[in-house]
Structure formats: C-alpha cells, structure tokens
C-alpha cells in the first residue's frame, strides 16, 4: 500500500514537471502566448487606469490630440461613436488590435471608452494596452451615452 502511495506520487510529479515544461517551451504553450497571459494579468493583477471626465473628452475630440478608441462591439461602433474615435472592440482578436495600434507611440496619450459608466468594456481594453507597455492610457468613463446625451441637448445629431 505505502509502495503505491509513493508511485502515484511520483507519476503526479512527473506530470507536473512535463506540463510546466511543456507550457515554458512550447510555441503555443500557456506561459509563451501572450493572450493567455494577458489574461491572467488583467484578472489577477490588474492596475488602476485614470479616467477623464466630459469636459476633458471634448477638448480632446475637439484638438484632435490623442487617438480614440471605442471598446464597444463593431455593431455598436457602426450605429454611432464619438468623432474621430476609431474600433478596438472588446472581442477583437490580437492581430486586430496590434493592427489598429500601429504607428502609435507608447507615450502618447490614448483614450478609451465603452457604452456608459457601467460599461467594462473600457477597462479591460485599457488594460490590455497598459500590459503591452502603452504608458498614458485613460477611461472615458461616461462613454458614449453620456457623450450622445451632450450632443443631442445642443441640438446636434451624434
């Protein structure tokens, strides 16, 4: 009995060290993808990302001085977004993401927003891009509800 304790605890070691060797050197391994492991980050180390109120936001659309980037759903982001704001939807996958932040500096300050303040979608697009080293990033946490309610009480169509 003791002799079969001490195997299966030796076969569970085994595995243990194949796995985590598996994971650390394999190209598709869960330590070496980086989706995976901006995952975990997000979820278990996630940092705080400032946010800007309305009044900062239309300054910002107004000069043109940082890139916009609506967290919404593409179907949402085609009915309407604020101006100049350009897609980096919630679901889009890495490649879409790195495409679309291509030719911006890691300094420069970007702003993300998603539906309204309760809306995650802004934080977790923020926080895959403070993962990947972009140093200014903040929330719009009013989104595009709170933007849309602005315009039509100055009598503009959003």
Sequence with gaps: MKYG???TACLLGL?????????????IGFLRNPTAVAEVTRRYYSVDIPEIL??????????KNA????????????YGTIPGAKT???NSSLDER????????????????????????????????KFNKYNNVVIYRGGYREWENHEKKRGNKP
């Design 98 to 129: 790195q495409r679309q932040m291509q030719g911006i500096s890691k300094e420069q300050r970007i702003v993300v927003f998603c539906q309204s303040s309760g809306c995650g979608y802004a934080n977790e697009v923020a926080q895959f891009l």
């Design 15 to 27: 595995i243990f060290v194949i796995a985590v060797l598996y994971h650390a050197t394999s190209e």
């Design 88 to 90: 980096l939807s919630i």
């Design 67 to 78: 890139p916009i980037f609506d967290a919404r759903y593409l179907r949402d982001y085609k």
């Design 5 to 7: 304790v001490i195997q």
């Design 54 to 63: 309305f009044a900062e936001m239309q300054k910002i659309v107004e000069e």
